[in-house]
């Protein structure tokens, strides 16, 4: 309707619009868009693969042997999955304190939670180490305690915890604040304890929102570089996680090991962004309708 | 209900306080304590000698390209992003789900991995260096690849925000404007853009403060070549590394207080309603 008015000349003068004329408009922007994507996302991901399996899958295994490297996996792993596992507890008592509880300086607290999305990690990592670093009064203290957190996988796994914070909170609020209090409070009347009201009526409709929100944040602390870099030291076998060796071995000219280590990161982002993204869906569908 | 069994939500028994301050206490502890610990590290080293250190070594030239990169990935997804966005809302055709995971998928790649992809495009042996060599354009190492490492870690934020509110909003103004005889050009100008700014403001500060802070991509694709490819956050990590120690903190407690100021303004925008 009016779309290209060059040919509305030759149109009959027919009040009902006409479907059949297809504007090309749509399809342009969509090709756009896939040429866009493909260039900048596909293709450079895809060419990554290829590369790591170039040589088959025997030299793939080889390339994954190297020194520190499997060392290096398996320590972004655990450190990852702790700090989900600890975000979907501090997370979703944070958004529980949010959204039910009025006291003063809320809004403040709210807005501390974003802080993570828009410090630089690369920073977020040096303020670690000036309050944990080994010549603070508390890093020392830490050190005699034996708990060091600068320098040792426990660092790691704070600094994760700065960068994945958000993502729980925000995952779970929406639906909380859906959640009718009132539904809990009859449980109570009823004579709930406060466990049996927590797990039966409360946790069930969250459980989307948490799962979903946790395995966000899981992927991103897999992937997570800057932070790290700083406070962990990147002592190989031990504190060196899988972004700052790929960094190490791309930096030393060995692509084959970096590549190969790339592959089995993106491989575990493949795998959970679409179910963090199903989870999303299904907890953002329950908390419309 | 009987107010006496069932606790009201602005009751305070102990255990509300308990949590309360358990939570006030873990976000204090990772947030704010780590914040104060650095700028008190960096005005115990000296705010001159952080100055000093910073001029001396081309700080404010790092920080300007950092701008100039997060300016560039603003134009461009901003601009690619609300027509995403457009698309992945409004239109339904093959493919679809395909778009949008490839527009989320920047959020779950390590950015030292899509640096490394990238040098195994456009790098020496590249996929298309052939194709650069013709244009005489370097893109590794130089200006181009900072640009790319940028704008790719950018490409989800504008998409996301406009998209939410794009739904939220509904085609009955559009519709409205199209039964008038409105072109779709003048529509999306005078009802659908108007009616997107906030995602769209929103989308692109946080495009900002991402590209500030971005430093895995850049630093892989840049090579860290001072006064070349160095931008603010290689900036802060070169000169730890040569120990130029008040140069690294300064320019870290400028990054800091820069993205904050972006996330402030974020708040201002929100509408100051008491749910959120």
């Not at chain 1, 779970?172 to 039966?200: C, H, I, S, Y």
């Not at chain 1, 870099?229 to 031990?238: K, M, T, Y």
């Not at chain 2, 134009?75 to 992003?81: D, E, K, Q, T, Y």
Request: glycine share 10%.
């Amino acid at each position: 309707m009016g779309l290209s008015s060059s040919h509305a000349a030759t149109l009959p003068a027919s009040p009902a619009p006409s479907r059949s004329r297809v504007s090309p408009w749509p399809w342009l922007a969509r090709g756009l868009l896939f040429a866009w994507l493909g260039l900048l996302v596909v293709l450079p991901l895809g060419t990554l693969v290829v590369y790591a399996l170039a040589d088959g899958p025997g030299a793939f295994l080889e390339a994954l042997g190297a020194p520190y490297a499997a060392e290096a996996l398996v320590l972004t792993l655990w450190t990852a999955a702790l700090t989900a596992v600890l975000n979907a507890v501090t997370g979703t008592a944070t958004a529980w304190v949010l959204v039910r509880y009025r006291f003063p300086g809320r809004n403040l607290v709210s807005g501390l939670v974003d802080l993570p999305f828009a410090i630089p990690t690369l920073v977020a990592g040096l303020m670690i180490v000036f309050l944990f670093g080994p010549q603070t009064p508390l890093g020392t203290w830490l050190d005699t305690v034996g708990l060091p957190i600068a320098f040792a996988p426990l660092g790691i796994v704070l600094a994760l915890q700065f960068i994945t914070l958000p993502f729980v909170v925000r995952a779970v609020e929406p639906v909380l604040m859906d959640l009718d209090p009132a539904e809990e409070e009859a449980a109570a009347t009823l004579g709930a304890g406060l466990l049996f009201t927590f797990w039966r009526v409360l946790l069930p409709p969250l459980l989307p929102a948490i799962a979903g929100g946790t395995l966000q944040g899981f992927a991103r602390a897999l992937a997570e570089f800057g932070s790290i870099v700083v406070v962990s030291g990147n002592i190989p076998g031990r504190t060196l996680t899988a972004s700052v060796f790929i960094f190490g071995e791309v930096e030393a000219g060995r692509n084959e090991v970096a590549t190969a280590v790339c592959l089995v990161l993106l491989v575990l982002a493949l795998l959970l962004q679409p179910a963090a993204r199903a989870l999303n869906r299904l907890a953002g569908a329950s908390h419309v309708e | 209900m009987s107010s006496s069994k069932a606790p009201s939500r602005y009751d305070w028994p102990l255990r509300r306080v308990a949590l309360l301050l358990g939570v006030l206490a873990w976000l204090g502890l990772l947030l704010v304590v780590p914040l104060i610990a650095m700028a008190w590290h960096v005005l115990d080293l000296g705010l001159g000698q952080a100055w000093h250190e910073m001029a001396e070594s081309g700080a404010s030239q790092a920080l300007w390209r950092s701008v100039w990169l997060a300016v560039l990935a603003v134009v461009v997804n901003g601009a690619l992003g609300v027509l995403a966005a457009i698309v992945l809302v409004r239109h339904r055709f093959p493919g679809r789900r395909l778009l949008d995971w490839m527009v989320d998928l920047p959020l779950a790649v390590s950015p030292v991995m899509i640096g490394l992809a990238y040098i195994l495009v456009f790098g020496r042996g590249g996929l298309l260096e052939p194709l650069l060599l013709g244009t005489g354009w370097k893109v590794t190492f130089a200006w181009p690849g900072l640009v790319l490492g940028t704008v790719f870690v950018t490409i989800p934020f504008t998409t996301r925000e406009v998209g939410h509110v794009l739904r939220e909003l509904g085609t009955t103004e559009e519709q409205a404007a199209a039964t008038l005889g409105a072109s779709t050009w003048k529509t999306f100008w005078k009802v659908t853009l108007p009616n997107i700014r906030h995602g769209l403001t929103y989308g692109a500060t946080l495009t900002m403060a991402r590209s500030l802070g971005e430093f895995g991509a850049v630093m892989v694709l840049g090579g860290a070549i001072a006064g070349k490819t160095d931008t603010a956050t290689v900036f802060i990590y070169a000169a730890m590394e040569s120990r130029f120690e008040a140069a690294s903190y300064g320019m870290a407690l400028v990054l800091a207080a820069l993205t904050m100021a972006l996330l402030a303004f974020l708040k201002a925008l929100q509408p100051s309603s008491p749910e959120v």
